[in-house]
Structures are given as C-alpha cells and as structure tokens.
C-alpha cells in the first residue's frame, strides 16, 4: 500500500511521445518486476518516450541507451517524475 | 572443489551474453565448423557445443542460451545458472555488447558475484567505434580484475587474442584477483555479515560461494532458498540470518530489497563505466532511429510488414521454383531431374523382382524424392527468414502487431512463436514454434500460442500446397500462397479468440522487450542458420518421411489381390491388336486400383469415405491425410505412391500435380477443400510430442490433434458444399 501523495502520481504510460523522465519507484510485482529491474528500469533512471505502437500500445522507452518495448498496462505501474518542469 | 584432475579431462567454457550481443556469430567464429547440437538435460532449450583449438590445446565450449540476467526469470536464465553451478566451467566468456554497455555489464557483474574464471569480450567494438565511444578496456580489465578482451564477432577481430585469454584462464594462469562486487550503503555491511554467517556452514560451503549465496538470499532469489535448505546444515538459522538482513535493510532504506539489488549491481556497472568510457555528446543510434521512424510508424509500419510478407514468397517462388537460372533450370526442377533420374535408373529391376522395384520407387523415390525437391525453395525461405531475424526486425514485428495480437488474446511475443512455425509464410516448423514459446511466462498465453502455432503454413505444408497449387492455379501461384496465408492467420486468430474466451480464461501477461539495434547481417551468418535448419528438415525427410512413407506403402502394398482375372483380361486381348494398347492399359490400370484398394491403407481409406465424401475426399485421399497425421509432407508422398501404383506406366506418367490435373475426381474446388483441410488439421506428431512436453500432458496434445481435425473437417465440407451448389466444381 502506497500512500496517495498530494499531487497525482504520474506514471510512464501518462508521457507524451518526446518526453523526458526520471523513475520514481517500479510498482509491479514478482516476475514482471524483476524483469523490468533487469532491464535497467530502476528508481533515478532518465527514460525517453520514443515513439507508440500503430496501433498507441506499446510504446518504446529509450532506457540506459537501448530501447525497450513495454505495453501501456505495465508502464502504468512505473511512477515518474518529469523531466524539465 | 573446482576438478583438481584438469589434466585428464578437457578444459570447458561456457559462452554467456545479453540477446542481441552477437554471442552466437562470435562462437561460431571460435569454434569453426565444429559443432554439435543437442538440448540441455530435462529442458529443451537448445545447447550448441564447439571446440576451439589454440595453443595446441583444446577447449569444449558451450554457447549458453542468451540472457539478461541470472535471477531465473526465464527457463534460459535458469539453464545458464545451473551451467555455471553444477558444471564448473573452467572458464565463462561473457560477450558484451561494446555499444550497449550499461545493460550488457549487469550480466558480468552477476557473474563476478559468482566468482567463477572470467573473461570479458567486448563485442561489436565497430559499432561502438561508430557510435564515437571511446573505451579503456585495459582500464576496465584493471577495474574488475578480469581479461577483457575487444572483438567484432562480424569479422572475427579479436578471436585469436579472445581464444589466447580463455585458454590461460582455463588453465588457471594470469587471473588477477577478480573485483568484489559492492552495492553500497546498508546492503554491502548485511551481504559481508550474512556471508560470514553462511561460511560457517559447512553444508552450503561444499556446494557454493557464501558471498553468492547471502546476495541471493537477500534478493531473495527462490531457487537459491530451496538449495541452501537442501543442503545447509543449519537452515534455520541462515533463514533467520537472511530474514532479518532483509528487514533491517528495507526498514533502513524504506525500499525493497529486490529493487535495492537491482539498483546496486547497475550502480557498480555505472561506476565501471564512468572509468573507462566516454560518450560523446551527441545522440546515438541514429541509423536505428531513423530507420524505426518508418518502420514502426503507424501507416507505413504495417504497409511494410505485408510488403515483407509477399517479398518472402516472391523471393521463394522465383528465385527457388520458377526462375531457370541455374543452367536452364529451377534450383527445384534439378532436383525433380536428379530423382527421376534414380527412378528411371532402377527401371529395370521392375521385371526380374517387382515387389523390390515398387518398394524403392515407390516408397523411397516417391515418398523422399517428393520431400527433397524442395530443398532448394526451403533454403531460400529459411534464408529470408534469416535476414530478418539478424537484422532485428522480428523484435519490430512484435512491437508493430502486440496491441492487434492482444485482441485475440495472444501477445507481441506469440508473433515470434507464430513465425517460427511458418507464419512468415512457410520458412517455418511448429516443433520450434511451440519451443519459442518458453519465453513468454504466462502459462495460459504460451498453451493458446501452443494450440494455433501449428495452423501457421509450416515448411512441411507447403509442397502440398504447391503440388496442388500448380495443378489447379497455375499462374495464380504467388497470389494462391499469400491468400493461403493470409486464410491460415485468419483461422488461427479466430481460433485463438475462441480458445482465450472459452477455454483458456484468465489474465494476461506482461509484455517487455529489447528493440535491437539494426545490424546488417552477413553472408555467413544467414547461410549458416539456414542451413542449419534446412539440414533438420533434411534429416527428418531422411528418418521419419523415409520410416512413415515406408509403413504407408507397405500397407498400401499388401496384403495382394489375386491376378490371374486381369491376367486372363490380358490373355483374351492378346489376339485382337486394334485396341490392344488402349484396353490393355485400362485393364492394367484398373489391376493397380484394385490392388490398392485390398491394401491395408486402401481399406482404412475406404471405410472413412461415407464420411469424407462431404468433403469430396476419396479413399486415396483418406489414405494420404491418415498418413499426414505424421507429417504433413507424407501427404504428397502418399499421393504420389497411391496415383503411380495405380499407374500402370508410372515411367511415362507426368508429375503428380499433372496426374492430378488429369484425374477427373480432382477439381478447382476438390483442392480448395484438400488445401483448407491440410493447412487446419492435427499438428504432426513431432509437435504433438513437443506439445505434451511443453503443456505437461497428454491431454493438451489431444486437445489440438481433435479441435483441429474436427475444424479442418467442417471447414472443407463447407467450402465444398457451398462451391457445389454455387456450380464451382468444373
């Protein structure tokens, strides 16, 4: 459980395409979870929204230097802050 | 505890990688053409082992599945680990994406946690070159305390230097003390004090590194809890050890231990890194970038895709089967030449011992050949299929189609199990196809993606496609294969909807996965992994095809009908000579159906036909699907062998897509409905048996082989019907 903080937490999927963020916290959970960790999608990483899927879903972060795609569902769960505001 | 006896058996190597770090093309460098393929005990992910030769010394290599990480994610992750544990490599070469570093090196520093014999290979060092990196990789051996050795596994750069460094590791030379792992402030205090709680154990000291064990716990890696509770003295108190760790970290830090791991392994990488690389400012992959801006674009990206699609069958078709470029002729038409020839060859034995004759030019020519002459039109395939897997666009297609796949309850990675299994159009086997499934972690999308992936146009189904196609739709060739297609992906997803809605409810699963950058693939590289796998289709034409299309024709062989009422047919003629050849033929002919029908197959054929006939199949089609059952290309061999014994001159006969062109039974329509049943019904039994392994029981494999047929029947009875009432049948 989670304390709702003042302002709405904004989430990955929440990123206009071209936006910049830093990662808040990874608020999935067992497998999908590691998986994302693995990847490098850890807390004070920057992420870059690339581009969205045809059809808006998945979208593609650029992550330590690499792409990653990731369904919208799953980025919901990541919590960032954006960049530059 | 690491074999003191290295001079009586031969040194090892495991070769370790993220995917995409070019691991394979590197071992493939190294160990030259020797190589052996086989499965990891228990599992069927694939294991490939080579031998490399240097120094006058020989070193048993072994490329480990590719992974991100060693926290037993996947089944891939879990085989490399245990590799690494159980076999005690005498050295482990992690090949590193030089461009892509950060990533890459969260693998190594898990395998330095491990502490086994290290060497690093800085792989593809052009494309970091291009990317204008400079990297100190002399100051990054210092900083780990481990070779590391710069490569491009393209070219092979680096191989004699990579080959000099794992020989003197594995023999235990030159090894600096390899850096200790540290993740810094709570968690390095609680791994050091639970590492000397668990060096007190004996049980787990015999086994393992306590250093590994106490970060594993403390990530609390679930595997690594169930082996220390095996073989740990005290496992209670290492539990409670453990336990405690976690929660005076978690309580000090106000995070969880798993993302602290995480976040102190790539902070260690980053610390490496900022030693010995510099970036420029500049933005990187640009190539990749632009080339994705259409690739993935929401108008062009699936207007590429199909055009990829029909590239692939125009690529097939004309290259391997229409064009006669190759000394007047098709790649395909030679080898159609080469097995008549053998047929012919054997002619004469025909008189002296027909029941040899017929065995081998009937079961053997007729049941291989047919297989065979499409070597040539499945290379080209499996070369395509190649090029788009080398180049990364496989990972694209995924992302393209994820959210469409999902409607009908599959996802992203299903694709890549889809186009294993031919969904590319035809440059694919389901036997793989259902093994790709193991990357995905949801066990209800793997079972639906295990269920459809064998209606994808495999490479076994399309010489019947193609025999029928060019007997029925010549000219239309290219346009029949891609609605074919198009028709195998439609009945699939349809299939899959139901299933996900009816049968195999549930949630579904997360989908996260690397975009590659782009590489251009080479020469080497594509005609090795097509070969590769043309040669498995090769064997099995040679093993399983030859074994079945031998049963097929010994049950369509005996038992004998009686001959002497066509003998005395025959007699009768003799003094008439106006319409001798002509009635003699029929008569013969006549014999050879007949004979056919008393065989064993003949009547299990015949016996289904009250119920085929709604589809229009007669007995001898019966008798080839009952042999598809196997494999789908016996269904040709079968029909070859039961339209030329029915032949009374099978020597003068055309091809079989000419015999059936002829054959008054066949129509337009008939083949439309062979077509729809062949592409639908029961996996062969290769992907039933890999189906029970993969889902755990017989039940599923049961499932697919009674769903699909039953399908496939209603289907082609269908198509048959309504085409003979709307007088299609001509």
């Known amino acids: 459980m989670t304390e709702p903080s003042p302002e709405t937490p904004l989430c990955l999927a929440d990123l206009a395409v071209g936006q910049r963020a830093r990662i808040r916290r990874v608020e999935a959970n067992g497998a999908i979870r590691q998986r994302l960790l693995d990847m490098g999608v850890t807390r004070g990483v920057t992420v870059l929204v690339k581009r969205a899927a045809p059809l808006g879903d998945p979208i593609e972060v650029s992550v330590k230097g690499y792409d990653l795609a990731i369904r919208k569902c799953e980025a919901r769960a990541i919590l960032v802050e954006p960049e530059g505001s | ?730």
């Open chain 2, 1 to 730: 505890m690491r074999g003191t006896g290295t001079s009586t058996r031969l040194l090892r190597a495991g070769i370790a990688g993220n995917p995409n770090s070019g691991k394979t093309s590197l071992f493939n460098k190294l160990t030259g053409s020797n190589h052996c393929v086989g499965n990891y005990p228990g599992v069927t992910v694939e294991r490939n082992e080579g031998l490399l030769h240097a120094d006058g010394q020989t070193l048993v290599m072994v490329d480990l599945p590719g992974t991100y990480s060693l926290t037993a994610y996947s089944a891939e992750e879990v085989v490399a680990r245990n590799f690494i544990i159980d076999e005690h490599p005498d050295v482990v070469v992690d090949v590193v994406d030089a461009s892509n570093l950060e990533r890459n090196l969260y693998l190594a520093v898990q395998l330095m946690e491990m502490e086994v014999p290290l060497v690093i290979a800085l792989n593809m060092m052009d494309v970091a070159q291009r990317h204008q990196l400079s990297i100190d990789s002399g100051r990054m051996a210092e900083l780990l305390g481990v070779p590391v050795v710069e490569t491009v596994g393209r070219d092979g750069r680096g191989k004699a230097k990579l080959a000099a460094a794992c020989m003197s590791v594995a023999a235990g030379e030159g090894v600096g003390r390899v850096c200790k792992v540290t993740y810094g402030h709570p968690l390095d205090e609680h791994v050091d004090a639970l590492a000397a709680r668990i060096a007190q154990d004996d049980g787990v000291c015999r086994m393992y590194r306590p250093p590994w064990v106490a970060i594993k716990l403390i990530e609390k890696d679930p595997q690594v809890g169930a082996a220390v509770a095996r073989v740990a003295d005290d496992t209670d108190g290492i539990r409670q050890a453990a336990e405690e760790a976690i929660h005076q970290i978690e309580t000090h830090s106000g995070d969880d231990v798993e993302s602290l791991v995480a976040e102190g392994r790539y902070g260690f990488a980053a610390g490496i890194l900022r030693q010995c690389v510099r970036t420029p400012p500049t933005e990187r992959r640009r190539m990749t970038d632009r080339v994705d801006a259409v690739v993935c674009n929401r108008l062009l990206g699936p207007a590429i895709l199909m055009g990829v699609v029909y590239g692939l069958f125009f690529a097939v078709f004309k290259v391997a089967d229409e064009w006669a470029w190759l000394f007047g002729k098709s790649p395909t038409a030679w080898m159609e030449w080469l097995f008549a020839g053998l047929a012919s060859a054997i002619g004469g034995l025909e008189a002296t011992s027909p029941m040899l004759h017929s065995l081998l030019a009937d079961g053997v020519i007729g049941g291989v050949g047919g297989v065979m002459s499409f070597v040539p039109l499945i290379f080209v395939m499996f070369a395509f299929v190649a090029v788009l897997e080398d180049t990364g666009y496989i990972a694209r297609v995924a992302f393209v189609l994820d959210r469409a796949l999902r409607i009908f309850g599959l996802q992203g990675r299903s694709m890549l199990a889809m186009i294993v299994s031919g969904g590319l159009g035809g440059g694919g086997c389901a036997v793989p196809g259902v093994l790709a499934t193991r990357t995905m972690r949801d066990p209800r999308d793997r079972l639906i993606t295990m269920m459809v992936a064998p209606m994808m146009n495999c490479g076994a189904k399309i010489p019947v496609y193609l025999m029928l196609v060019a007997a029925f739709f010549a000219g239309a060739q290219a346009k029949m294969m891609f609605l074919l297609w198009a028709l195998s992906w439609t009945i699939a997803l349809m299939c899959a909807w139901l299933l996900r809605r009816f049968v195999i409810r549930g949630e579904q699963t997360p989908f996260v996965m690397e975009l590659p950058s782009y590489h251009v693939p080479t020469l080497r590289g594509v005609v090795r992994h097509a070969w590769g796998r043309t040669w498995m289709y090769i064997r099995k034409a040679g093993t399983v095809i030859l074994a079945v299309s031998l049963v097929m024709w010994a049950l369509m062989f005996f038992p004998r009908t009686d001959a002497s009422a066509f003998d005395a047919g025959v007699a009768a003629l003799d003094a008439s000579t106006a319409t001798y050849q002509r009635d003699k033929a029929a008569i013969r002919s006549e014999q050879g159906r007949a004979r056919l029908r008393q065989s064993a197959a003949g009547r299990m054929g015949a016996s289904l036909v009250p119920i085929s006939q709604w589809a229009g199949f007669d007995w001898r089609d019966n008798v080839a699907l009952i042999g598809g059952f196997a494999a789908k290309e016996v269904v040709i061999g079968t029909l070859g062998v039961a339209y030329s014994m029915g032949d009374v001159h099978p020597e003068n006969s055309g091809s079989l897509s000419a015999q059936l062109a002829d054959d008054e039974h066949w129509s337009r329509l008939q083949a439309v409905a062979m077509l729809i049943f062949v592409m639908i019904y029961a996996p062969c039994m290769s992907t039933l048996a890999v189906i029970r392994r993969e889902a755990g029981s017989w039940k599923w494999a049961l499932f697919s082989t009674t769903y699909t047929t039953i399908l496939a029947f209603v289907l082609a009875v269908g198509v048959f019907q309504v085409g003979r009432l709307l007088g299609l049948e001509g």
